[in-house]
């Protein structure tokens, strides 16, 4: 089995980064100017945002990482999903909003479309 242990920690702390910065980028250009309004638009935002930018940039990086790869594409496509996961219940245990269903969901469409875009890479 190939596995690519620094290509998918790299890999998956770029995912996390994008989907920051897609969030902030996002809350720059159609935020509130009031800074009052711009918490409850940032928690809006990211909890609509963070699920789908989560599942696309996962399916994304699993093709992207193993479309080169001559085997072993489905496990490299499910840890990248699984780290990626890992970083983001990590940030969830540190911070201060309590548990939601969603992010039960959110974090196992991340490991599912790690396999998907593992999948695509291994049938194109």
């Known amino acids: 089995m190939n596995i690519k242990y620094l290509q998918l920690v790299v890999a998956a702390f770029t995912i996390e980064i994008i989907s920051v910065l ?36 996962c399916f994304t990086g699993a093709y992207l990482l193993t479309r080169p790869l001559s085997h072993s594409r489905i496990p490299n496509g499910v840890l990248l999903g ?31 479309a790690g396999t998907l875009g593992a999948y695509v890479a291994e049938k194109i």
């Not at 250009?29 to 711009?38: K, R």
């Not at 928690?43 to 963070?50: P, R």
């Not at 219940?89 to 469409?109: A, E, H, K, M, P």
């Open 22 to 57: 897609v969030l902030a980028i996002l809350i720059a250009l159609f935020g509130p100017s009031d800074p009052e309004l711009i918490q409850a638009f940032s928690e809006n935002l990211a909890y609509w945002l963070g699920p789908t930018t989560g599942f696309l940039f």
């Open 82 to 112: 699984l780290l990626v996961a890992i970083i983001d219940v990590s940030i969830f245990l540190r911070s201060d909003f309590g548990f939601q269903i969603i992010y039960l969901f959110t974090n196992t469409g991340k490991i599912v």
